[in-house]
């Protein structure tokens, strides 16, 4: 396996949503700063959108670790819910809060307002990120709304944030979405990579997979990171990727076991373009 080889103790390029692996480039330190300042002062809805494979979800998943859960109750739901009552509930089973078959939702609505208010009491502000919200019927996203107009003494009980594609703002374009686009206090679109930053990000990968004894190394001279990948590697795997994380991954994984496979320590352009006609194949099937 190129593990040994290369000498690394996992995988460095995965698709998995892994927090702990985020790189943070410019512009998801700026998305980053800014869900947290939308969920620290409560107010309003943020949003954030992004094409594919961008990372959006790795962002609310490092933030998401950041927060103390003695003082933010984080209702995260990841499953695209199409319909008001299927949110609800998600949101019932997430708070741990029984629902009878066929309750009215006007009744569930009611034991999560009231949830929220006990949640406050307690000390507690409560967070409701929903995850592929392109997805929302705009039945549903008027039942977010509505959400965000639980209070107790003039404050507001619930910050929501919205993740999703683009498709998630046309959605907010719509005339019957207004009400909602004018409580949106904070917006972040998430570009792709730049080339540099990609480039970062791959030796970022490879830093964190490093074997212990790799990552003490005094005297690297150049502090390359091992394995290396050559320039015009690198410019392929941007011009292909078009510099989203998850294309990247994917790639530079099996751009590795095409080096492995040559005995090579470098990453080089036939290795990208091998990695390239693999993926798609995979296509093809």
Sequence with gaps: MYLEFFELKYKPFTTKTEAHALYMSPQYMTAFSLLQYGIENCDGFTVITGEVGCGKTTICNALIREFDPSKFLIIS?????RDEYQLLNAICANLHIPVIANE?????????????RHERAQ??????????????ELD??????????????????????????PE???KLRKQSMRQLRQRISVYHDLKPLSFMDMKNYIQHRISLAKKEEQQKK?????????????FFALRKIYTASKGIPRVINNICDKALISAFIDYSMKVRIKDVKRALQDINQLKRI
């Design 218 to 230: 005094k005297f690297q001279i150049y502090r390359e990171q091992i394995p290396m990948f050559s």
């Design 123 to 136: 000390g507690k502000r409560a967070v409701l990120i929903i995850d592929e919200a392109q997805n929302l």
């Design 104 to 116: 009215p939702v006007e009744e569930i609505r009611t034991k999560i307002t009231e949830k929220f």
């Design 140 to 165: 549903s996203l008027e039942t977010v709304r509505l959400l965000s107009n639980i209070e107790r003494d003039d404050e507001k009980l619930l910050h929501i944030v919205l993740v999703g594609q």
């Design 168 to 170: 998630l703002k046309q």
């Design 77 to 81: 739901l990841p499953i695209p819910l």
